[in-house]
């Protein structure tokens, strides 16, 4: 399908752009087989009776919920290089140091 000189003058006007007349004569082409490769969607197939239920043909694996030992503050807060109170102090990461 080819569009017409308006039609792609339309829609270059909707995009913003200047389009020299060369262009136009392109784009007429170019745009006109887009429009016919989305067409094609419409001669797809979509109608089943089966019903989707999970596109997944792996089930899920669930594990037990358990409760575990973690780590304390005081323990984990040793480790830690820098720090106010309770708090990690780390490096801003908006932080511009090359000035």
């Known amino acids: 399908m080819k569009l017409s000189k308006e039609e792609v003058k339309h829609v270059a006007h909707l995009a913003h752009l200047d389009l020299s007349e060369e262009e136009i004569s392109k ?7 887009l429009i ?24 899920i694996k669930y594990r037990e919920d358990k ?9 984990l ?10 708090f990690i102090e780390v490096s801003g990461a908006m932080i511009n140091d090359e000035n």
């Not at 784009?27 to 087989?33: A, F, K, R, V």
């Not at 409760?67 to 323990?75: A, G, N």
């Open 67 to 75: 409760v575990e030992d973690v780590v304390q503050i005081d323990e």
């Open 77 to 86: 807060m040793k480790n830690v290089p820098k720090k106010k109170g309770s």
């Open 27 to 33: 784009y007429q082409d170019t745009l006109g087989e």
């Open 36 to 59: 016919d490769d989305i067409n094609k969607i419409d001669d797809i197939n979509i109608t089943t009776d089966e019903e989707l239920v999970f596109v997944n043909p792996n089930p």
